[in-house]
């Protein structure tokens, strides 16, 4: 794989030798976009970090992997580690930090005293001054949110700030943070050493009711077909969930997975998790696991979200237990609609894509609901 490649404190090396600027648009070259859904072209947020007017800067990497069917920042922490910490001392490098951080999942608690040991030795292997501190995240998926993370980092409730400012300008204590994600990390250090790096490449972490779950590398493009082989399913497979804020679509196996592809669908890629529901499986079921989740997880800042996400609950509670009606759907749609366009942060404006996605493409699941009343 890939992502497994080791870097060995070369790359730190031949980006020393290439100097910042070097090193930045190097990154820009290789076309390294964000692992962790949003995809921002990695360069740009480092150029913007570097020429920002300040006297401290700081990287963060962000492993605050909460997205539910996403494991693949763990994968890369249990198997290349280094690599990883050797991606956040080139990025450091590259803005002129000496303070880094790894917001560690709350969760993955226990990934941390190896991790800290990793740390260590990395630092002194590497001959630097700069220090890296994991911080244990807040148990709150909305911690994974760039704003909410750095008010969690400063010992505050953490909570989705409005944007601009944008971190790269303004972020811990108010100087530059640069914000990356543990596989966007770990491929700048591989972008920099080797030649034939594939910015294409992507981590994929498939589960749901498939024989094996699991972290697997694709290319963008890859053919639905090639992956369900992977995933090796146990009946015949009826949808997909792109992690809970992707949306749910049916299974299609010619169709090669693109951003594009994706979008034509009215679903997004995200961090590429993929959750299979099978022919006995009805979507309904989906949505309503996924409602539940944006409910407990709703920072509650905003009314639309903190509102809204209860309320869709609910009308997914009452379709389910026999009780709803044709009528409910367009109100659902509506609550989905309105709750993305007002909410503040990323999560209120994609906890109602399970919904839409589910009443578009599988409406003879919720009428299997309306038919016992
Ligand atoms: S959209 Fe939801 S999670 Fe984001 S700030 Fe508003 S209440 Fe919090």
């Known amino acids: 794989m890939q992502i497994l490649r080791k870097t060995n404190l070369k790359a730190l090396a031949k980006a020393h030798a290439l100097g910042q600027e070097g090193v930045i648009a190097l990154i820009e070259r290789k076309g390294l976009e964000g692992r962790g859904g949003a995809a921002f072209p990695t360069g740009k947020k480092w150029r913007t970090c570097h020429d920002t007017q300040a006297d401290e800067r700081f990287v963060v990497c962000n492993a605050d992997e909460g997205e539910p069917g996403t494991f693949k920042d763990k994968f890369i922490i249990l198997n290349n580690p280094k690599t990883m910490i050797e991606g956040i001392l080139i990025a450091a490098y590259a803005i002129g930090a000496k303070r880094c951080f790894i917001y560690l999942r709350g969760e993955y608690e226990f990934l941390r005293p190896k991790l800290q040991r990793q740390v260590k030795s990395m630092l002194k292997r590497a001959k630097t001054d700069v220090t890296i501190e994991i911080v ?39 100087k530059p943070t640069m914000i990356n994600n543990v596989e966007t990390l770990t491929c700048a250090a591989q972008a920099v050493l080797f030649d034939n790096w594939k910015p294409e490449v992507r981590l994929f972490s498939l589960s749901g009711n498939i024989q094996n779950p699991g972290v697997y590398e694709f290319p963008i493009g890859v053919k639905m077909s090639k992956v369900i082989k992977a995933a090796n399913p146990k009946r015949k497979l009826k949808a997909v969930s792109f992690g809970c804020f992707g949306g749910i679509m049916p299974v299609d196996e010619n169709m090669a997975i693109t951003p594009e592809t994706l979008m034509m669908e009215k679903c997004h890629h995200g961090a590429y998790s993929i959750i299979f529901a099978d022919e006995t499986n009805n ?68 906890c109602g894509n399970h919904v839409l996605t589910s009443i578009l493409h599988f409406p003879q699941d919720y009428e299997a609901y309306f038919s016992k009343k």
């Open 136 to 174: 244990r995240g807040a148990g709150a998926y909305i911690c994974g949110e760039s704003t909410a993370l750095l008010q969690s980092l400063q010992g505050n409730r953490g909570t989705a700030m409005s944007k601009p400012p944008n971190p790269t300008r303004n972020g811990l204590w108010g």
């Open 283 to 350: 979507v309904v079921d989906l949505s309503l696991s996924i409602a539940k989740f944006y409910t407990y997880e709703s920072c509650g800042k905003c009314t639309p979200c903190r509102e809204g996400t209860v309320r869709m609950l609910n009308l997914l509670r009452k379709i389910h237990s026999g009780e709803g009606s044709r009528e409910d759907l367009p109100i659902l749609c509506e609550l989905a609609n309105h709750i993305q366009e007002t909410a503040l942060c990323g999560l209120g404006q994609t």
